[in-house]
């Protein structure tokens, strides 16, 4: 069984930063790829930032390139995702997802495993 564990989130103020954390557990994390999918109120989900296995590949949403930076540490289990600059329309539920295989992916289809998610909510 693969659980993964969401924290980090919160209420902030526009221009603010907030880190997102999700532990993996099991052994699946070193062969799954990992992403972060957020869901706003009303609208889909869409993957906003993905990781390769071994870190050293990233794809991140137009909305979010060059605010959001995700990385992982693979000895201890976790894929982070460092928010800067929030915005108001960064308000949504964020969620932990791995992908199994090497590389990572923008499809939402491609993710096996789901965190229960974590708020993040930016004020004006």
């Known amino acids: 069984q693969v659980q993964l564990v969401e924290s980090g989130g919160g209420l902030v103020q526009a221009g603010d930063s907030l880190r997102l954390s999700c532990a993996v557990s099991?052994?699946?994390?070193?062969?799954?790829?990992m992403g972060w999918v957020r869901q706003a109120p009303g609208k889909e989900r869409e993957v906003v930032a993905a990781?390769?296995?071994?870190?050293?590949?990233?794809l991140y949403a137009d909305s979010v390139k060059g605010r959001f930076t995700i990385f992982r540490e693979n000895a201890k289990n976790t894929v982070y995702m460092q928010m800067n600059s929030l915005k108001p329309e960064d308000t949504a539920i964020y969620y932990c997802?791995?992908?199994?295989?090497?590389?990572?992916?923008?499809?939402?289809?491609?993710?096996?495993?789901w965190g229960q998610g974590t708020q993040v909510t930016v004020s004006s």
């Open positions: 997802a791995a992908r199994g295989g090497w590389y990572s992916s923008r499809s939402l289809d491609e993710y096996s495993y």
């Open positions: 099991g052994r699946t994390f070193s062969n799954h790829a």
């Open positions: 990781v390769s296995v071994s870190g050293g590949s990233t």
